[in-house]
């Protein structure tokens, strides 16, 4: 697996991708957009930092080829995710890697606004003894307002409320019963602008909170409040603020992110001189946090080209090694029933339902049920089918999922059942996992059978009449095609029965067309799996 570094990546890093096995490195630090679009079809992976910018252009010149790109830290507004997500490119970052720097550069901030620190460095160091100028207030006591409570933002809140200040939060995905453990109190976006000495936001860049911070929310705020933004650029409308604090409504704000990054000469914020703290993006620049995101990054390659985990995506769900060694056979079977449908499909599809049963409803089945899309829409679509873009192509196409779980037991330990409507019919397919990792069909409309999914099958339905198995045998035979297995279902004596057919090759259209011939045979389709 090629993987190309375009913002540098810490040593340790480095070191661990170049000594794992499978894996070239390519390291080529400021490359162009130009540059990037030329050469991104010669790698399955790409670890950029906040300086490139992967866009829809980039990922479809990689032609199918780009299988990963990871974010070595938090934000990734510098990846288009859609056009990730549409061409089955998984996208994944290290959200834990750099929080306790970033969490502790706010309260750093915090402090310096507060006893105005950078302004009275300036100001000594120019000659001048301002002991009057420079009064500070405390934070002892303040209540401090954070927007957002992620892994930073609870950071925040811990060391911000050692200092003893009152904390509390929006967070329109968080319980209250979750920020109450915490002894954080969940209120509204207005009543944390009307009630907070102090604001800080800790929310990803997206429509929703883009200038989700300006003239508007100031109007609501106290005044002499405090902002800090080192979440992302763009969340707090840089004109808004440079007006607010020339105004006085703002005493004081703190960046380390910006809406254009190199800061532009024009920028407002840079025609404040008292107030203010600006610094360059320092959120995640310590040494420990940049062998931190570089080591766990290239860990998190490591496993997605040796072992295909992904860790901490963030367009499809993420599996941990544990989850992986005990999910994998269940991942298989999903995905292999999917096929299944998908290969023996008629008509236009309009519901997927998957169903678990016993001891595998119990685990993520979120990420089962996309497997079965994986395999059923790999034989239906004509672009490769991923974990990733499997849903967004099922939502596309207008085809509804739906997922049922029951702890109860019946014939099996563990069941799956995927039943796939049609505007011609509706088929079910059930696979179990026996013995820990031997995934086998068990039923086909609601016929039992007992089929190994594995390399080449025929699949025949035909009516249940003497001598049909031994004319199908002798028509294979006589064409030199091998077979290694045959399982045999009916409903009732003399009705429908199916065959499944395990074959060592592939069978030709010319043989499959002899085998429809034989008297009492009603379809039959050939049928193929990967052997892994």
């Not at 995905?173 to 976006?189: D, F, M, Q, T």
């Not at 809406?259 to 914020?269: A, H, I, K, Q, Y």
Request: aromatic residues 4%; proline residues 2%.
């Amino acid at each position: 697996m090629k993987i190309l570094i375009t913002d540098g990546l810490a040593k340790q890093g480095l070191e661990l991708l170049r000594a794992a096995e499978g894996i070239e490195v390519d390291e080529r630090k400021g490359i162009s957009a130009d540059e990037l679009t030329d050469i991104i079809k010669d790698y399955e992976g790409i670890v950029v930092r906040s300086a490139t910018k992967v866009t829809k252009e980039i990922i479809e010149a990689s032609c199918g080829r780009l299988k990963i790109i990871g974010r070595a830290g938090i934000g990734i507004d510098n990846i288009d995710l859609d056009a990730a997500t549409r061409n089955g490119v998984a996208v994944m970052n290290t959200p834990e890697s750099n929080s306790i720097t970033t969490a502790e550069h706010t309260i750093t901030l915090l402090l310096s606004l507060a006893r105005r620190i950078p302004q009275a460095h300036s100001s000594i160091k120019s000659g001048k003894w301002d002991r009057n100028k420079y009064k500070g207030v405390e934070v002892y006591g303040k209540t401090i307002g954070l927007v957002g409570l992620g892994n930073i933002g609870k950071l925040v809140a811990e060391r911000a409320m050692g200092l003893r200040m009152k904390a509390i939060a929006y967070d329109p995905y968080l319980s209250r019963e979750a920020a109450k453990k915490l002894s954080i109190e969940l209120v509204s976006l207005d009543d944390l602008f009307r009630r907070s000495d102090v604001i800080t936001v800790h929310t990803p860049l997206t429509d929703e909170t883009r200038d989700l911070v300006n003239s508007e929310s100031f109007a609501k705020m106290k005044e002499g409040v405090i902002v800090i933004n080192c979440a992302r650029g763009g969340i707090v409308n840089e004109a808004d603020m440079a007006e607010a604090l020339s105004e006085g409504k703002v005493g004081g704000a703190a960046f380390d992110v910006y809406t254009s990054e190199p800061v532009n000469s024009d920028n407002p914020l840079l025609s404040i001189d008292e107030n203010i703290v600006l610094t360059p993006h320092l959120g995640a620049s310590t040494e420990e946090a940049q062998i931190k995101v570089g080591t766990t990054m290239a860990q998190q390659l490591i496993d997605f080209a040796q072992k295909g985990v992904v860790k901490n995506a963030v367009n499809m769900p993420s599996l941990t090694m544990e989850q992986l060694a005990v999910m994998k056979p269940y991942l298989s079977i999903c995905e292999k029933i999917g096929s299944l449908h998908g290969q023996l499909c008629e008509g236009a599809v309009r519901t997927i339902e998957v169903s678990y049963e016993g001891d595998v409803a119990a685990m993520d089945t979120g990420y089962l049920t996309v497997s079965v899309l994986k395999g059923f829409l790999s034989h239906i679509m004509d672009i490769s089918v991923t974990h990733v873009n499997a849903p967004s192509i099922a939502e596309e196409r207008k085809i509804k999922v739906v997922e049922s779980k029951s702890a109860a037991k019946r014939q099996y330990t563990n069941l799956i059942t995927a039943m796939v409507t049609t505007r011609e019919g509706t088929n079910e397919i059930s696979g179990s996992v026996f013995g820990g990792n031997d995934g086998r069909i068990v039923c086909v409309n609601e016929v039992e059978i007992d089929v190994v999914p594995k390399g080449f099958l025929l699949v025949s339905n035909n009516y249940d009449r003497p001598g049909f198995i031994g004319s199908m045998c002798s028509v294979l035979g006589k064409n030199e095609v091998n077979i290694s297995r045959m399982h045999l279902g009916r409903k009732s004596v003399g009705g429908e029965a199916i065959v499944f057919t395990n074959v060592d090759i592939e069978v030709s259209e010319e043989v499959i067309r002899e085998i429809a011939a034989i008297e009492n045979i009603i379809s039959v389709t050939q049928v193929s799996f990967s052997d892994e």
